[in-house]
């Protein structure tokens, strides 16, 4: 059976992880279950998403009753899919997961909070195994709370003995393409093969940021280098759960390099008018900016823009940066900014050296 996932035996360390997994091995005729609640916040926040609990093993219907959930609800786009599940039907897992991607949704597997039997709040660290660990990969953007598990295993299934190692590697290259499909390392397939039959493999919290399994709201930024009549300029874009980011390097008539940072603000754009403190992030840290060397350049379909000029201070603090970002606050020690944050600026940097002798 595809899917299958654990021996209670590898589970005793972890004893919710048993109650969750070990029954659905003695059922295989369970369904995963789909229950949808309107997402906490408020509306002018979150909007009108709504959020999907998925709980229990993937059967070989639960993408189409997923698809009918989304159709009878009419669940929006930005909604969240919240995995608790050890598994199931690895084909099931996957079709699931491209549902997931075709309508816009998002996914996490976290702690989902209840009361225990006395009525007191608990939170209940959620699992997402197997063929959970595929659908999981849907998402547009993807989170794993610290409480909950991500584990990952090889898939086994009986097979006639002649057939097994073909229907093995045909299936073998059709994850490796779904991964490749979703904009996830396939390293993440070498993850799952590392461990036995009965093992399983719980990446580290650097593994699944480093192989793209989660991204926290944000796909990695695309740096390019651009050209139009007035002369050369470098892009990095970026797209978030809030929008498109956009910062852009390029040479003023000042001979200065400048950057531009163009970032979602609908609904901010009376507060960012207000604001006074700006500054550059290098690294996550917040790098003071002159009145005269920043310039806010206004708002263009609910976003905005600012310019800042580069001294060659601060040109030399860039060109060694890991990640970039803009600031723009109320007063510095504020403990929130409009702009752009932690943008990975390593292929960037490494584009860096032609605009640089062109404005130099």
């Not at 309107?38 to 993408?63: C, M």
């Not at 979703?182 to 480093?210: H, K, N, Y």
Request: glycine share 10%; hydrophobic share 40%; net charge negative.
């Amino acid at each position: 059976m595809i899917g299958r996932l654990f021996r209670c035996g590898l589970l005793l360390s972890l004893q919710w992880l048993c109650l969750a997994a070990c029954p659905a091995l003695a059922q295989p005729t369970e369904q995963m279950q789909f229950n949808v609640v309107r997402t906490p916040g408020p509306v002018e926040i979150v909007g009108n998403t709504l959020d999907i609990y998925a709980s229990g093993v993937i059967d070989p219907d639960a993408a189409s009753r997923f698809q009918a959930l989304v159709v009878a609800n009419k669940i929006p786009e930005g909604s969240v899919v919240n995995f608790d599940s050890p598994g199931g039907n690895l084909l099931a897992g996957m079709e699931l997961g491209r549902k997931i991607r075709l309508d816009g949704f998002y996914t996490q597997v976290n702690a989902a909070n209840g009361t225990d039997s006395h009525g007191v709040p608990v939170s209940k660290p959620s699992l997402c195994a197997s063929a959970c660990t595929l659908a999981f990969l849907g998402g547009t953007f993807r989170w794993i709370d610290d409480k909950s598990v991500y584990a990952v295993h090889r898939f086994f299934f009986p097979a006639p003995e002649n057939d097994g190692a073909d229907i093995a590697q045909i299936l073998s290259a059709e994850i490796v393409q779904y991964m490749r499909d979703m904009g996830i390392d396939p390293g993440l397939f070498t993850l799952m093969t590392e461990g036995g039959r009965t093992e399983v493999v719980i990446p580290t919290r650097e593994q699944l940021l480093a192989l793209n399994v989660v991204n926290n709201g944000k796909d990695k930024p695309v740096w390019t280098m651009n050209s139009i009549p007035q002369g050369i300029y470098l892009k990095g874009e970026q797209n978030t759960i809030f929008g498109d980011n956009k910062l852009l390097f390029a040479c003023g008539p000042d001979r200065l390099m400048h950057l531009t940072a163009i970032f979602p603000a609908r609904g901010r754009e009376d507060f960012i008018k207000l604001e006074g403190a700006d500054g550059l992030l290098i690294d996550g840290n917040s790098v003071r900016v002159a009145p005269t060397e920043a310039r806010f350049l206004g708002f263009t379909n609910g976003t905005a823009a600012v310019d800042f000029t580069l001294d060659p201070i601060l040109m030399e603090r860039v060109l060694t940066a890991h990640t970039i970002g803009v600031s723009m606050q109320f007063a510095y020690d504020a403990p929130t900014f409009d702009g752009v944050a932690d943008f990975d600026f390593s292929s960037g940097r490494e584009q860096m050296g032609g605009l640089m002798t062109v404005c130099h």
